[in-house]
């Protein structure tokens, strides 16, 4: 399976970042106005100091203050859950550990419902600032019963369940005893995930944690692909373990946090993306979490582009898309490698 | 002067583990650590390695404690074998012999021609080189142990220390494995169940009971039937039967008597 691109890295840098574009700019033309990726690159032209580009405003405005944000915030979406899948796959040496599983989306999603519906705050927080305080909530107890317990990763994964499990109890608590079915609605819609009505102001708060958060992580690939015979042996190689499982965990949580507050909890693209990659470039960090990312940002602008066309003019939860797109393909990576298992 | 353990303490919840112990390998020497099961050997080994801190005492290196040295110091000069690592993805024999570059390279850096030479040279000496692209998973478990002593040799130490290597081998790979290790150039230090084998290629041994030494020298003098009797509570009857004249040891059953 790793054949070709694991020899010859340096064309997987040009051809994913291509397609990456590639994607994002065909992706913005789909839709009920049609629009040509000409037309996409006239207004961005234009946009950012260029010539004009001689369409109407509203067509303008639905490149420019509709698609692009919208498909760029899937992209950067994408590319983030994936690295956080990747990071917490190798640091808590689960296959099955997601970006999720440090509790953070069942605590942003308690901390969004209690804003929403409970109205805490009295209006002056928002639904993504309670969801991060939320989220930040959630990982403070995470690492906290998992350092009580003895702080190995198996620790840490129980801890997360527990903790997921308790906030999800509380939302449900929350959203049963007081909200109305509108609301209901609005926070079941937000939990599954979904990019509708994404806006620039959206996009570069995720844009800014993602760049510090992909070098971040990059400087410790050696140290991850260390910790693939357990701690013991990473800190044989010279890896401070405990420093860096705490950067690590800091930094994806930071990440997931900061999603999951403009966008919601959306499945499946941090559990998949990073095994797909795997099968693509082989284990090795230096090439995986930058794979890792760039698959999942495409993978993203995809899955978003289905979500708000296939049943147009409704729009589905991107995340529902993502795990009726993602689980076949899962399906189809676990039947391949099998032999190995 | 190496690798020297100056009376290391580690213990845990109240409970030592390892209790006093003072070790100085001479260079080049393989010496082995004897012991029941929790008598400390992998403890010792973790804290000769400096991955776990000392409660007291000092292990030094070159004269210089490893605290000061620092772990990715440690790591160029000290590699460890652990006993049945298991990786948690699919890797291939030259992935696993590769992390042992680390300690040698920065976060960014790609692997250079020396780090090629190391891995390289390190497949050679286990015999792996052709099988360099082979999964993990299709490896036997002898194949697997000789991965991980390819990964510490990539490490280019001169301290060699090992976690009862020849755990779950046959007995051909356990006397291959142990002749590979033992020729190599550098100081070893090896935790082993086996007391036969531990006599045959070991040139000094270190007998651990509840985290203390209770015998340590050559075999001849360690290996006697009163040690065995104590430090396992097993009989014994041990004759120089072994290559060159070393101690051989044949087990008696439990005679039922108070022993």
């Not at chain 2, 590769?98 to 390279?105: F, K, N, S, V």
């Not at chain 2, 020396?114 to 490896?139: I, P, R």
Request: hydrophobic share 50%.
């Amino acid at each position: 399976m790793r054949g070709l691109f694991a020899a010859r890295p340096l064309l997987l840098w040009p051809a994913g970042c291509a397609l990456l574009v590639a994607s994002v700019a065909v992706a913005i033309t789909i839709g009920p106005a049609g629009i040509s990726v000409g037309e996409v690159a006239a207004v961005t032209v234009s946009r950012l100091g260029g010539a004009d580009s001689g369409l109407s405003a509203i067509r303008e405005g639905i490149v420019w203050d509709l698609r692009l944000p919208r498909t760029l915030l899937a992209a950067v979406c994408g590319a983030g859950l994936a690295l956080c899948g990747v990071v917490m796959q190798s640091l808590l040496r689960n296959p099955l550990a997601d970006p999720f599983v440090l509790g953070v989306s069942s605590g942003a999603s308690t901390g969004a419902v209690l804003v929403v519906v409970l109205g805490v705050g009295g209006g002056a927080l928002s639904l993504s600032t309670g969801a991060f305080l939320g989220a930040a909530c959630s990982f403070a107890l995470v690492l906290g019963l998992g350092h009580l317990s003895g702080g190995t990763t198996d620790r840490v994964v129980l801890s997360g369940v527990a903790t997921m499990q308790l906030f999800s109890a509380l939302t449900s608590l929350v959203v049963m005893s007081s909200a109305d079915p509108e609301q209901t609605r609005g926070v079941l819609f937000w939990l599954l995930g979904s990019l509708s009505g994404a806006s620039w102001p959206d996009v570069w708060p995720c844009l800014l944690v993602l760049l510090l958060a992909l070098p971040a992580c990059l400087g410790r690939a050696p140290a991850l692909d260390a910790l693939v015979f357990g701690q013991d042996a990473a800190g044989s190689l010279g890896i401070h373990v405990a420093r860096t499982r705490l950067a690590l965990l800091g930094v994806t949580a930071l990440m997931t946090a900061a999603l999951v507050s403009v966008v919601g909890a959306i499945g499946f693209v941090g559990l998949v993306l990073p095994h797909a990659a795997r099968a693509i470039v082989g284990p090795g960090h230096r090439r995986l979490l930058p794979v890792s990312a760039l698959a999942g940002a495409i993978f993203l602008v995809w899955a978003d582009t289905v979500a708000r066309t296939v049943l147009d003019p409704q729009e589905l939860p991107v995340g529902v898309v993502t795990s009726l797109i993602g689980v076949p393909a899962f399906v189809h990576i676990l039947y391949r490698g099998r032999r190995t298992a | 002067m190496s690798l020297r353990a100056e009376d290391v303490s580690w213990s845990v919840g109240g409970r030592m583990i390892v209790a006093g112990v003072s070790l100085e390998p001479a260079p080049g020497q393989t010496v082995g650590l004897l012991g029941p099961n929790g008598s400390g050997k992998s403890t010792l080994l973790r804290l000769l390695a400096g991955v776990r801190r000392t409660s007291s005492g000092v292990v030094r290196l070159d004269g210089a404690p490893l605290e000061e040295i620092g772990r990715k110091g440690a790591a160029r000069r000290i590699a460890v074998v652990e006993q049945e690592a298991t990786p948690q993805v699919d890797l291939t024999v030259g992935d696993v012999v590769r992390l042992g570059r680390i300690p040698h390279r920065r976060a960014w850096a790609p692997l250079s021609s020396a780090d090629e030479a190391a891995v390289e040279a390190a497949l050679g000496h286990t015999g792996l080189t052709d099988q360099a692209e082979q999964s993990w998973h299709t490896l036997s478990g002898g194949e697997r142990q000789r991965a991980h002593i390819a990964r510490a040799l990539a490490q280019e130490p001169r301290e060699l220390l090992l976690d009862e290597p020849t755990n779950h081998l046959d007995v051909r790979h356990q006397l291959e494995l142990l002749d590979l290790i033992t020729r190599l150039p550098v100081t070893t230090v090896i935790a082993l169940h086996d007391l036969n084998l531990a006599s045959m290629f070991c040139d000094h041994l270190v007998v651990l009971r509840e985290g203390r030494v209770v015998a340590a020298g050559p075999p001849e003098r360690v290996v006697t039937p009163r040690l065995v009797s104590e430090v396992y509570g097993v009989r014994a009857v041990v004759s120089p039967d072994g290559p060159g004249g070393r101690p051989y040891v044949r087990f008696l059953p439990p005679t039922g008597e108070a022993r």
